[in-house]
């Protein structure tokens, strides 16, 4: 069964930070790179950074040098931390594998404030 739990999102002022975690099921943690997505009011839902099974990390050209995005194969568990981060970011965050698979999780809310 496909379980994504995501959590730590809240309301921060511009250049705040925030660290957001995703808990997955093993079976679909492990074996594959696991992604960040986001979807900001009224727009679709989009790629923010992924990291591969061996650590190997890659990240959108609008959020580089500003998330690090991590995980812990023991805990099954996705990291995403987010440092300087702009009104622009405010968005749904969403945890999935890369290629993103169904269902995705409920996500968890970053609002931004200028």
């Known amino acids: 069964q496909v379980q994504l739990v995501e959590s730590g999102g809240g309301l921060v002022q511009a250049g705040g930070s925030l660290r957001l975690s995703c808990a997955a099921s093993g079976s679909i943690f492990r074996p594959n790179t696991m992604g960040w997505y986001r979807q900001a009011p009224g727009k679709q839902r989009e790629w923010v950074a992924s990291?591969?099974?061996?650590?190997?990390?890659n990240y959108a050209d609008s959020v580089k040098g500003r998330f690090t995005i991590s995980r812990d194969n023991a805990k099954s568990t996705l990291y995403l931390q987010m440092e300087g981060l702009k009104p622009e970011y405010t968005a749904v965050y969403y945890c999935n594998t890369r290629p993103p698979i169904r269902p995705w999780g409920h996500g968890t809310q970053v609002t931004v404030s200028s």
């Open positions: 990291i591969a099974t061996g650590g190997w990390t």
